[in-house]
Structures are given as structure tokens and as C-alpha cells.
């Protein structure tokens, strides 16, 4: 009979992904139990288990630990788990990025979904930025390894941070908390809960958190990257013997300056930027060591960024019988709204104003979960649907000094080849044009008299050119040579005016107003399902069915009037053809090109464009897991993950005619979807509450990453072929008594984009076989809290922690061949803080001294190749040290 069960068992869980719904454990038994000081109960799940008892590789943790460390929001959960990273680039609303395992999407680009997603209450959030908000009090935080799709209604590709909340409590409580320390941080965070009948309660929460900002504009008196956010957030929960629901609203909302970049390497234009600003009063790039965190920027630019978030959620938990059944129903909506000046420099070359984007997102989520066979089978089946609409404003404009800027780089770099000076825009003076210098009256029309002049080299071009304009007369080149070389044997209308003038410039607050809208609409069946072979084998068998579409449109309207001449060489204008072929001829067009009308304002682009992509993917898990012992968990798997493809929401990624491109299109915007195959086994050990010991290793091979690369003009999507990230991870947590706990991790991390892909002509040029960037090799973490009882009523606090990063290249530029690192490069560091304080046996009073980043140490947190500035490199640099004091009353 027991075998027929199994075998009833087994065929359930492969065909349990029909159309079907799926389960979660009720939301008020989620909350943490220690059974002893290293056991947390955790859902990863969707079942009330232990750490060491579920075969997944999951950090736990537990809400004395996050306020410890001081954790304010996901970033800060990188200090406690070695295999989680997060990184934050040009914005802190639109251009956070977390890894796990060295894979990561998302970051600066509004189009690129996230690899690792973010659950907070069981509610999808839809990108890394939206997640960062400022958290209340915490239950726990489950760190999720690997591929997720069979237990959450978001796929992840990479792994997932589930984020549970303090909920209402039948007892009536709160507490306030307030802080003050260094760059005047203020901040003010508070609860109150308590019932209202015997079956409902409420509870409130709120919060305040105002710094100054650690980075110094040396061409005025602002300060950047600084911190003024509140949020407050409401709940309600009805809780009956056999359902429960529990409804959450909330608000968010900042208006911060962020975020500045250091000038940490500079190039052969960093002469020409300073002398435009030094020509103004200002500095152009500040030239001291990045860890002094000053930068020049425009004083008439800012980094303003305003963040407005919020949503409402309901989750449902009721008991069928002898299943359970959890729906979890969301709506949110996030808008930020930013300033840049995208040269991160003391010139006005360009800048944003006005960028807007908002991300709706409406989720539902139904899961149901039961056993069967007399529990040889824990089964669940769910669904789940999302609507997103995803919307950008962008605006790029022309500064003031735009036209100079291009002007002083052809000047500084063609000028010597044209006897001295040169300039296409007439902001130098009396610097002639290229056309100008080749119509030299005083050079004779004679073959001899040219390659004197220019050279041998130029002076068959020199030649036809002045025929072309009817400076020369016809055969003092062969007719044959000026064929060949693409000029008219006669005069061309307009070519000598058009080559001995300036072009048509641009005019400062030139440049685009682009809209661009994705709708998603998302739905997925699956079930995750533990067939329990005996006591102490189980075999976890799961599958999701996952079906996308996504539909773009974009209108792009740029009126940059450097593009004029361009579009009049595109349109076929005889005259502008001619002097472009000039222009070609001298290695001049391209970068004159690509200066003048940048991808991101080209005007060849105007117009509205419409795409749309659906796809779909089954997906899944199998896992094997034996109980050596009751304290000892063998298990090893197989996870098949997927994360779909989008669109790049940036015109500059079209592709131009005058490059040799096709001309822009909407499928020119889309990107393709990622998969990988998972391989992971691991051991988990525990004797007592004194001392746990877990392992894992894993081997991940992704096929098409989707990578976030900046080429040089923008951020774009490339997928790359090949990809993998294998490694080893180490957990331990040391508590030889209750007052005294080390929690210690180490993972070594090999994530490299394989030798076999070939990135030439890619911006990833040169990193094939090289860990990713920003990736640390070996990440050490270590947390210990003493909490020595000072009398019948008070403890003490002596809390440490502490993360290690090895070396790692830095996004900015190709390898260098001999030494493999990259323009910005991190060397190992470890990250400190500390707090030292006293508290009340309950915990309800407490005074704290913390401080963060105790040694003051400087690293970059990312980099990137500033834009249109040749060698010059910017990096984000990371939090200097912070210290303060802390008060906690609660009741």
C-alpha cells in the first residue's frame, strides 16, 4: 500500500502544474521563533521550517540582527550575507542593482527587470530602485540563493530577498526611536499597535531620516548624495481561528540630491574641460584623490531626485478543509523624478531636466497547499498574474557650453594638421574650418603647390575638393581620381559657402523629449511539491509555466540643431555630401558625428515606434534531501531558471544611417530573455544551540545574461552568450551561550563570462574569461553581539560586524591585457561598524552609540567611462564614516 502511495505520490507532483492555484502558511504564523539562539523559523518554503531543516540554500535573518547592524534598507542586508551584493549607480531611485551569486540585472536602465526580485510582505517588487525605500520594523529577511519560480510569483534568475514586517499585534505596544550624528543625520522612526476587538488589530508605523550629503561640489556650496525621505505605513489584520486578513497601505517619499561621481581617472580631454571652466571661474575636474569625495559640477545643474512611492495590499489566508489557501492581492505605484548633469563636470556640456519614471504594477498571487497519502506528499499549486505599466519622460539638453566643448576637442586634436586651429561651430573666434584651410587662395590650383601645403597623401583630396567647389579648375586632379574618390568634376551649388562657414550649431536647451511606455501583462502556474520517500528521504519536485507579453511605444522628438547638417547629408543634399565625404576622407566625420548628434539627440530618429514581444518557458526544480541524523541534512538539486526578455527605453539604441546602420526601429529597443541551469548541493549541521555549520556549492551556467554594459554613450542591454558563476558558500553560527552569538560566512565565487565568447566590437571587448565586474572573488562576513547583563533589568550591547571584499575591477574600461584590471579597480577592504549601548531586559528602552564604516574606508562603489570624455573615468564613491546615537522608548 506504502508503494502505491509514493507512486500516486510522484505522478501528482509531475503533473500538478495544470490550472491550478497555489498556498502560503497564514500570515500570523510567520512570525520568528527561536527555538534556540540559532534557529530561525523561516517560509522559504511556503512551510514553517527551520533554516536547517529546509534543502535550499537561504540566510535568515532575525530582526535583533538587522537593528544591530543598522540596517535602513535591502543595501544594507550586504553586511550580513557574503553572497549578496548591491550596488548603486547615477540614481538611487532608478539605478540600484543587487547580486547574488555575481549575477545581477537592473541598474541604469528603467527597462531591465531585476535577476534578484525583492518580496516585501509577499509582494513583488518590480525593480532593485523601488525596493529601497526606507524599512519599518522587521520580523526577519530570507536571503534566497539561486534560481526562484516554483514557490514565488515573480520568477528570479538569480535568487530573492524576502522581507517580512512587524504585524499588528493583539496587545496594545509601540515604540519611538530617534538618532543624531555626523553630516547632522537626523532621524526619527515609531510604532503603535494594539487591538480593536478580540479578532481585529492595527498598527502604524512612520518614519524620518534627514543627512547632509558627503560629497562637495568644489564650484559652489552644495553638497551631494545626501538623505530627506519619510514614509508612513498602516495595517489592519482580522485574524479568526480558520482565516485571516491581513491589509497594508503605505507612502513613501524623498527629495534628495543624487547621485554625484568623483573624477577618479583622467584622460588627454581633461586639459580641454578645465580650460573651458577655468575661462569661466570654475574648475572643470577636480583633480584630488577620489576618497576626499569633491567633484566639480555646473552650478547651474543639480542631481535633484524626487521619489514618490505607494500601494496597498491585502493577503488572505483560509482553512478548506484540509487545505490552505493564501491569495495575495497588490497595487503599487512609484514615480521618481530627476536632475542630472550627465558630464559629471564643472562644463555645462549636457544635461537632464525633468526625467521622469513611473511604474504601476497591479499583482495577484493565489496559492493552495495540502498533504495527501498520509503525508508522503506536502503539495502546493498556485498562480500568478502581473499588469505593469512602465512609463519614461526623457529629456537630454544641450548646455552652454556645447558647441565650444566640441569646437576645443577638434581644435586640440586636428588643430596641428590644419596650421594651428580649427573649429566646425565658430565658438573659438577666428579658428577657420576644415573647408576653409583646404580653400586657401593663397595655395596655388597646382598638384605640386597642394602636396607641399598638405602633404602627398591629402593633396589628390585637396584638389578634387576645390574642383568640387569650383575653386580649382576641372584636371588639375584626373577626372578619374576625383571619381574614385567620390567628388563632382564640376562645381557643386552651396559647397563653398557650407565648407567655409560654421556649421549649424546647437542652441543650449536643445535635445529630446522622448515618451516611452512597456505594458506587461504576465501569468504563471506553478507548483512546488515534497514527495517524503521516508523519515528521512524526500524528493522536492517543481515546475512553473510562465507567459509574457510586452508591448512598446515611444514617441522620440529631438530639435538639436548641431544635427542639421547630418540630416541634410542623409537626405542626399549634394552639397552636405560632399563636404561629409571630405570630412570622411580626414578621419573627421564619425566623432564629429557622435559629438555633434549623440545617439541619445539625434534628431534622424524622430518619430513614433511601436513593438510589441510575448514568449513563454516552463521552468523548474528537482531536489533530493536525506536526514543523516536528526542535526545533520544532506541535499543536492537542479533548478531550471528564466527571466524574460524586454526593451531598452533609450533612443540610443537605434542604430543611425550615416553609421552604416539600417535607421531606427522598435525591434532595434528589444532585448532577449535569459534561462540557466542550476546544479547546487549542500550540507547543514547543527549541535545544539551552540554551533551550526552549513555548505553549499553551486554551479550555474547561464545562456544570453542579460548584461547592463555602457557603451560609451549610454547604458544598453547585451546578452551574452555564455555565463557562469560557480562557487562555494559557508555559514556558521557560533553561540556557546545565550548572551553570546559570532555569526560567520564566507562564499568564493567564480563568476566569469566564458573564455569561448566573442565580445570584439562589444563594449564587453576584452572580458571574455574575466570575472564579472564588481564581483569579488572571496567575501568574508562576521557579525558578533554580546549582551552581558549589567543588572536584573538591563544588558549591555557590544555589537561588531564586519564584511571583506577581495579585489575587483570596477566598470569603466577594457582589461588591461598584462595586468587584467580595469581603469578602476578595488583592492580587498573590509567594511566595520559597530554599536555599543545599554537596554532594558525587554528590550523596550535602549541607548546605543553606532558607528558605520569605522576605518573611514574608501572604495568605489561602481564606475563608468564618462561619456564623450576619452580616458576620463567617474566613480560613485562609497559612505565615508558614519556615528551617531541612538534612543529607543517603547511600551
Known sequence: MRTLQLFSASALALIAATP???????AAATQEEEASGNEVVITATRRNETVQDVPIAVTAVPAALLENAGVEDIRGLEQLAPSLQSSTGQSSATGTTLYIRGITTAGDNPGFEPA??????????ARAGVAISELPELERVEVLRGPQGTLFGRNTSAGALSIFTAQPAFDLGGYITGSYGNYDAIEIKGAITGPVSEQLALRFDGGYRKRDGYIDDVNSDRMFNDVNRWYA?????????????????????????CCGAVSAVRGPFAPLIE??????????????????????????????????????????NAELGDIKLTSITAYRNWRALRNQDVDFSGIDRA?????????????????????????????????FYLNESNKVHDTVRIGNDGNRYVDSIFNALA???????VQFYGSLGAAPTPGAVFLNPAVPNALAAYQAVYGAALAPIVGCFRTAVGAAPSGVVPVATCNALGYSPTPVAGLAALAASPLPGATAGQGNTNDYRVDTNAFALFTHNIINISDRLSLTLGARWNYEKKELSATINNNTGSCTFFNQVRAGNTAAVQYANLLRQLGLFNNLFLLSCNPAINTEFNGSYAHERDESKITGTAK?????????????????????GGYNMD???FDSVLLGGNGAQGSDLAFGSESVDAYEIGLKTQWGRAFTFNIAAFYQKFSDLQSLVFSGNNFVVQNVDSTTSKGVELESIIQPVRDFTVRLGYSWIDAKYDADNNFTGTPLQGQEGRQLNNQPEHTVTIATTWMPRISSNIRGLVHFDMRYNSEVNIPSSNPNPATGRTALYNPGYPLIGARVGIQTEDGKKSLEFFVENLTNQYYHITGFAVPEQTGNFAAYPGLPRFFGIKAKVGF
Open 116 to 125: 534578484v526580485g525583492v518580496f516585501i510582505d509577499g509582494v513583488f517588487r
Open 20 to 26: 491550478a492555484i497555489a498556498q502560503d502558511a497564514p
Open 275 to 316: 580650460g573651458i571652466a577655468g575661462a569661466q571661474g570654475r574648475d572643470g575636474l577636480y583633480t584630488g584623490h577620489p576618497s576626499e569625495r569633491r567633484m566639480a559640477a555646473s552650478p547651474n545643474r543639480d542631481f535633484s531626485e524626487k521619489v514618490r512611492d505607494w500601494g496597498i495590499s491585502a493577503e488572505a
Open 415 to 421: 588643430g596641428p594638421s590644419f596650421g594651428g586651429s
Open 651 to 653: 533612443q540610443a539604441t
Open 351 to 383: 544635461y537632464r531636466d525633468g526625467y521622469r519614471n513611473e511604474l504601476v504594477d497591479f499583482t495577484q498571487e493565489l496559492r493552495f497547499q495540502g498533504s495527501a497519502f498520509d503525508g508522503a506528499l506536502d503539495w502546493l499549486v498556485g498562480g
Open 624 to 644: 533530493l534531501a536525506f536526514k543523516v541524523s536528526d542535526d545533520v541534512l544532506l541535499y543536492g538539486g537542479y533548478d531550471r531558471g528564466y527571466k524574460s
Open 233 to 257: 505605513r498602516g495595517q489592519a489584520l482580522y485574524d479568526t481561528a480558520s482565516f485571516s486578513l491581513r491589509v497594508i497601505a503605505d507612502y513613501y517619499e524623498t527629495d534628495e540630491q
